[in-house]
């Protein structure tokens, strides 16, 4: 009988400064790499029409999110425009990594630089940057979206946040979108290949010893 | 300007129990892979006829090469048939590797963990392992090279080389070759884009910062 090994999941924090296109890269991520899901948010907004708990958001109360704070059980979270509460879970997330499923999380520099610090996880981070500030620039004015005040507060910010580079384990710039595309496959392939990811190992060497 | 990392090289050691395919598989690697080289030996026996010094080998004295093994000048070397030496020189990898070159060093299962085990060098272990024994023995049977007690001695020694497997960075299942082969690119491809190889840092955030 052919062995298959089986491997747990593994957690991939990505980041990036503004604009570098993290949002379109983990979009295609999920639409072409099999056991690859998104990390679902614990949220105390409203759900928009449409919106399904569960697959959008895990929707609680104030009250429910705070006791969840206190029992430790974010991997990260955050107060937004100082209303609302979002939340990744750690059980939630590593649930999934024990059934065999890669999860991404997609996470600004400053949050995911709170999770390295802690250094209570166990992920691979990746870090995705521009080609240079003036191609950002370019990018966020022909999105048409920003003030050019806007779009140099932005450039400052990202000019900061690319000084956390040195933190995450990977880094691909994002010049040519399928060759950036490309790398981060490569990654989270490569990361299948992991011994250290094995589970069952015991069985792997009975199976090749009892032949 | 746009960005363009430079990254230092990778010395990856590949290792598997013998009929795994190895040596077909990092041939197509070094065809396929740009910047990706083979280690060249150094060996005591004569050159054989079209054989070229530095190319195939680098052909050394018996006298010399007992020099460089009391230097401490290999990262592994064994005397083979009790006849000629063989060895691998730090110095001949690691310049490649400074030059940005990834470096494959294909050995022994036994010479893979004498390396583990010194943990002086900085390398990526990748183990390629049949997908079973019955496969295995199939393989040694087609290429019609062995009789059935030399086939049955390799099919044991296989079993005990693949107990090793946990002391290694990757894995790979040699089952269907175009599929081992593109997960080999992805191991190689991924390293490329860690932050740790990355070289002249400075530069990068400089790049960043004065834009």
Same sequence: chains 1, 2.
Avoid at 75 to 88: L, M, Q, R
Avoid at 102 to 121: C, P
Avoid at 168 to 185: R, T
């Amino acid at each position: 009988m052919k062995i298959r090994l089986k491997t747990r999941g593994e957690l991939f924090i990505i980041s990036a400064p503004s604009g570098s296109g993290k949002s379109t890269l983990i979009k295609l991520l999920l639409e072409q790499v099999e056991n690859l899901e998104y990390s679902i948010s614990y949220t105390t907004r409203e759900p928009r029409k449409g919106e399904i708990n569960g697959k959008d958001y895990f929707f609680v109360s104030e009250k429910e999110f705070k006791k969840m704070i206190e029992n430790n059980e974010f991997i990260e979270y955050a107060k937004v425009f100082d209303k609302f509460y979002y939340g990744t879970s750690k059980k939630q997330v590593y649930s999934r990594i024990k059934q065999g499923k890669d999860v991404i999380m997609d996470i600004d520099v400053q949050g995911a630089y709170q999770i390295m610090k802690k250094k209570e996880l166990d992920f691979t981070s990746i870090f995705i940057i521009p080609p240079s500030i003036e191609e950002l620039r370019k990018r966020l004015i022909s999105r048409g979206r920003d003030s050019i005040e806007e779009i140099e507060k932005r450039l400052n910010t990202a000019r900061n946040e690319l000084k956390y580079l040195r933190h995450f384990d990977y880094v691909v710039v994002n010049d040519i979108l399928e060759e950036a595309l490309s790398s981060l496959k490569s990654i989270i392939f490569s990361e299948r290949h992991r011994v250290k990811r094995l589970v069952d190992t015991e069985n792997i060497y009975k199976h090749f010893a009892e032949e």
